[in-house]
């Protein structure tokens, strides 16, 4: 079991910058693969930014490449989603998301590979 807790969410204007956190506990962080999600109302959950295990190969959705950058710190167990540039387009709960895995390079882009998930985090862009 792994528990993810998401933070760094907030009310900011286009243009402007957000940090999110994602700080897990219980296993082994650096046995998994990490991703983030976003559901902006009445849409699907939508795949943003994954990171692998250890060799830090990172896939973007096409809308936040160029602007929001996936890292993590596996001594601090945290993952983090760096969103530059925002657009009103990016206002959604952002949810972190956790997979166990053996390949250390691999990232995981579906919703369905992922076994744990965070609460969620509000980000709104306004205009």
């Not at 650096?30 to 959950?45: D, H, I, L, S, V």
């Not at 692998?52 to 993952?79: E, M, P």
Request: hydrophobic share 35%; glycine share 8%; charged share 20%.
């Amino acid at each position: 079991q792994v528990q993810l807790v998401e933070s760094g969410g907030g009310l900011v204007q286009a243009g402007d910058s957000l940090r999110l956190s994602c700080a897990a506990s219980g296993r082994t962080f650096r046995t998994f693969a990490m991703g983030w999600f976003r559901q902006a109302p009445g849409k699907e959950r939508e795949f943003v930014a994954t990171i692998s295990r250890s060799d830090f190969n990172t896939y973007y959705v096409d809308s936040v490449k160029g602007r929001f950058t996936i890292s993590r710190d596996n001594a601090k167990s945290t993952v983090y989603l760096h969103m530059n540039s925002l657009k009103v387009e990016d206002t959604a709960v952002y949810y972190c998301a956790a997979k166990n895995t053996d390949l250390s390079g691999v990232y995981y882009t579906s919703a369905f590979e992922y076994a744990y998930w965070g609460q969620g985090t509000q980000v709104t862009v306004s205009s």
